[in-house]
């Protein structure tokens, strides 16, 4: 699924009860341990998801979403786990005042900070894309854009180039800092 010349992301799958079940797990070749990250399920009234996995240096970046009926009918969070040890080393569920959200992109540095791009939904009216980070610089949000607008973030144009984050918004390159 992802490899790097240190580690790689990989899937098994199974069954949980009749129910197909697909795990992911990452290592490192070094260390030599499967961590589990999260799995891709299907129940009678939600799903489970794994999406975007990086991985950079000692560490597995992904994003979990969980779908389910309702007007907004999702929840997600970005996970960055050390596969040195297996200990999770950030964890951001959505925004505390914000609605569910879904995440459509994601980067990870070796150094453990991640960003994403989230589009949050608020019932009742119009939703946004936003650039979240965690890193040096603690939680917070690099750029918003109004969903749908001309001023929309594009959801899937996160890019990284050392410590420099990319992104388009309105049809330009946007950049910010990820220390």
């Known amino acids: 699924m992802v490899a790097t010349d240190q580690g790689r992301i990989f899937t098994v799958r199974s069954r949980l009860g009749r129910r197909p079940v ?38 597995a970046g992904y994003a979990v979403t969980s779908t389910f009926e309702g007007p907004c009918g999702s929840a997600a969070e970005v996970r960055v786990k050390d596969l040195r040890t297996g200990r999770m080393e950030q964890r951001s569920p959505g925004a505390a005042q914000a609605g569910p959200e879904r995440i459509t992109d994601l980067e990870l540095k070796p150094n453990s900070s991640v960003a994403w791009i ?11 894309d936003e650039v979240r980070a965690i890193d040096g610089n603690g939680r917070r949000t690099l750029d918003t854009g109004l969903d749908g607008g001309a001023d929309d973030v594009l959801g899937s144009s996160l890019a990284l180039s050392g410590s420099t984050l990319y992104w388009t918004k309105g049809g330009v390159a946007v950049s910010g800092r990820l220390s």
């Not at 990452?26 to 975007?52: I, K, P, Q, S, W």
């Not at 989230?118 to 946004?128: K, L």
């Open 118 to 128: 989230a589009t949050t939904c608020v019932p009742g009216r119009a939703g946004g």
């Open 22 to 59: 697909t795990f992911y797990f990452g290592c490192l070749y070094r260390v030599n341990e499967a961590f589990a990250l999260g799995r891709d399920f299907r129940g009678r009234d939600f799903m489970d998801t794994v999406r975007h996995a990086r991985l950079a240096g000692p560490y």
